[in-house]
């Protein structure tokens, strides 16, 4: 698989702190840790303070339903989420509590980025997004989106979709954002065979603005980048960085 890379990213993509589209989820009560380690893609039970992981909650055919940051605050978890899906993400969660004493509620706060420095913590998904971290508001960041997409990263309901896509089609094997060795959650065991004896036949992927089809997820004219489902054998003028020319190169796990 060769390598592509779009344009060069302009100048203005220097100008991080906080992402204004963003927000904060706090799961706490009675053992947060193991309510999500029951439900979503990545390993929460060793979830460390210093180091974030990007995962998903998935429909039982493994389907993305949402995407998210998860970081450790003590004995609690901060979900770093899509602000417009805040609330429906913690409604899904609350779904799931029975009678068991968790609480889903907004946190104070806000997520910060920038694209390089030593403030914060590299990215989970990929250094090369630069370092994230959580603080106070303060000015928005600007230039996040068109730097994302730059490296090919998909996130968010708009790209993913909403029990759409495939939680592996979106990446999330190379990407870091899913644990094959935690045990059971919601959609493991479809994504599981996926990784183990299936071939990922579609991936999300980033390629130059042309008319949209029925494979498009989202569009931005003004960067002329949008984002498709496409086959792997036909990704033809799409983005493919370094990360996934690596894994398509590579055979799928017998």
């Known amino acids: 698989m060769t390598e592509t890379t779009l344009p060069a990213r302009s100048d203005s993509i220097s100008s991080g702190t906080m992402l204004a589209d963003r927000a904060l989820l706090r799961v706490a009560g009675d053992d947060p840790r193991g309510f999500l380690q029951g439900l979503i893609t990545q390993d929460v039970a060793t979830l460390d303070a210093a180091a974030p992981r990007w995962g998903g909650l998935l429909t039982p055919q493994g389907k993305a339903l949402f995407d998210f940051l998860l970081w450790a605050d003590g004995d609690a978890i901060l979900i770093d989420c899509e602000a417009t899906v805040a609330e429906a993400l913690a409604r899904r ?13 907004p946190a104070p706060g806000a997520v910060h980025w920038s694209p390089d420095g030593d403030t914060g913590v590299s990215d989970p998904r990929l250094a090369e997004l630069g370092r994230r971290w959580l603080g106070a508001p303060a000015e928005p960041a600007t230039g996040w989106l068109e730097h994302r997409l730059s490296f090919g990263v998909t996130e968010g309901q708009a790209e993913l979709g909403s029990d759409q896509t495939l939680w592996l089609e979106t990446n999330a094997r190379e990407l870091s954002g899913v644990s094959f060795t935690k045990g059971c959650y919601t959609g493991q065991e479809n994504t599981a065979r996926m990784h183990h004896r299936a071939k990922v036949n579609r991936r999300l992927v ?20 949008m984002v498709e489902l496409r ?20 055979p799928d796990p017998a």
């Open 93 to 105: 969660l609350s779904m799931y509590r029975l009678r068991r004493a968790i609480t889903i509620d």
């Open 206 to 225: 980033v390629a130059p603005l042309t008319e949209p089809g029925d494979r498009t997820r989202a569009t931005y004219p003004e960067l002329g980048l």
């Open 231 to 250: 086959r792997v054998e036909a990704l033809g003028d799409a983005l493919v960085p370094a990360w996934l020319g690596a894994a398509l190169a590579t």
